[in-house]
Every structure is written in structure tokens, then in C-alpha cells.
């Protein structure tokens, strides 16, 4: 394992019913996480991110990417997916943003699972305990509603001050009983394109 590893981390949480009704298919989420040293603690204000970035962020994705993989089963059964990074108290908001807002990051994910969608994000700054939070997509549609999810949870000793939380995160299937409709029916509606969804 890389030196600056810490742990990590795969959390997995099965929902069988949802508003008092059993789902059809139980939704799976599937989070895989890694506690690391903040490569830029301590420094003070560092201009140029890019050399680290383009050091741990490669390393973090093929990590966490086999993590999920290997929980999921395979890159087809992912539906939806996100990231996210939690930086610790001493770290900037920067630093998270660094290490998950880079192809060198996520395209070791997205060409697992072939997937064309950006990967839904969270980055935020917090202490030991603070929340996990991915939200995710689906994969190649960025419309569909059904797999607008967010994975939550915690890790109790971790992010130290000195460290960085980074998480990518999976759904196997979409909410049990979605009946939002979609961003495409909203546009016809709307008399809207999809191109311009605002119209402006």
C-alpha cells in the first residue's frame, strides 16, 4: 500500500423497503474510501497543486476503483456513481477539490464502468466524524432522476487535521419507488431543449 494510505474503507448498505413499501429490486450503494495524509499539509499556501495531483490522484483511483469493482461484482452492475473528499481542519477546501476534480482521478472509474456521464461531487472541510457524502448519477444520463441518490456515512477517526477523505461511491439500481418523472418530460412541458433546459 502507498505510504500515504492511512485505511481504507467499503461501506455497503442494502435498503429492502422504502416508505413502508417492499422494493421490487433491493438498492444496493456501495462506498469505497481511503483516509490519506494531505500531501500538501503543512507547506502553507501552495501555488501549484498540479505536481501532487498528478502523483496520488492515479494512485487513489485504480485504488478505490478495484474496491468498488470488487464489491460490485462488476463495472456493468454500477447504475449510478459519485466522489466526493472530506479535508481535514488544517487542510483547504482546495486540497479535497485537488485530488477527485481531475481526469488523472476519475476516469480510471468511469472507463471501468463504462460510463459517459461526469461523476457526480462533494467536496468539503470537517474533523473526525464529520459526514461522507457522494451523490451520484447515473452513469450515462445525467436525466435520470431515479438515480439522483446520495450515499451517506462516517468514518469516527477520520479526517485528522492533517489528512484528506477520499470516496467514490455506487448504486446498483436506482430509488425502489421513484415517481418524480424525468428532466425530459419537464422540458417537453416546458417547451424547452434539451441543449438550453433554462431557455436562456
Known sequence: MHPIIRKTLVSTETIYA???KAAAK??????????????WAGEGFVEDL???????APILGELLTGLIIKEAGSGENVEAFGKCAVVGMDG??????????????????????????????NNTRGPANAPVLIPMMQ??????????????????????????????????????????????LDLKELGNDAQNPAAV
Do not use: C, W
Open 18 to 20: 422504502d416508505g413502508g
Open 50 to 56: 498540479g505536481p501532487k495531483i498528478r502523483e496520488y
Open 139 to 184: 452513469k450515462n444520463d445525467e436525466g435520470s432522476r431515479e438515480h439522483y441518490l446520495t450515499y451517506q456515512f462516517a468514518i469516527p477517526d477520520a479526517p485528522a487535521s492533517d489528512e484528506i477523505v477520499v470516496a467514490i461511491g455506487a448504486a446498483l439500481g436506482g430509488r425502489p419507488h421513484h415517481r418524480i418523472g424525468n428532466r425530459y
Open 92 to 121: 483547504e477546501l482546495e486540497h479535497a477539490s485537488a485530488l477527485i476534480h481531475t481526469l488523472h482521478f476519475g476516469n480510471h472509474y468511469r472507463s471501468a464502468v463504462q460510463a459517459k456521464s461526469y461523476l457526480a461531487f
Open 26 to 39: 433491493p438498492l444496493v450503494m456501495i462506498a469505497a474510501a481511503a483516509v490519506i495524509k494531505n500531501p
